[in-house]
């Protein structure tokens, strides 16, 4: 089963920053809106921030609104999330997928560590 690869995960203080990717394998980004999700210990899985197939429209979760920023390269098959002023509540696994996301699509995340 071919699924995304999600990199850039790790650990950092509160106030940091973080620069997620998500590389395509096996599907292609282009052509369809995709989006960032993340899961915390005990929560289920919410997403963060969508990007329609051209970049033109974008869309936040309330609570990382002016801290992250989706973007994505269509020609590298590629998708990105800056992640700045990063808080503890930030702590999750990040998944990267379709939008809506395809059940068989999923990757195995990055993990994002916050400490305080």
């Known amino acids: 089963q071919v699924t995304p690869v999600e990199s850039g995960g790790g650990l950092v203080q509160a106030g940091g920053s973080l620069r997620l990717s998500c590389a395509a394998s096996g599907r292609t980004f282009g052509g369809y809106r995709m989006a960032w999700f993340r899961q915390a210990p005990g929560k289920e899985r919410e997403i963060v921030a969508q990007?329609?197939?051209?970049?033109?429209?974008?869309n936040y979760t309330d609570s990382v609104k002016g801290r992250f920023t989706i973007s994505r390269d269509n020609a590298k098959n590629t998708m990105y999330l800056q992640m700045n002023s990063l808080k503890p509540e930030d702590t999750a696994v990040y998944y990267c997928?379709?939008?809506?996301?395809?059940?068989?699509?999923w990757g195995q995340g990055t993990q994002v560590t916050v400490s305080s």
């Open positions: 990007i329609a197939w051209n970049s033109v429209w974008k």
């Open positions: 997928n379709r939008d809506p996301p395809q059940n068989d699509y």
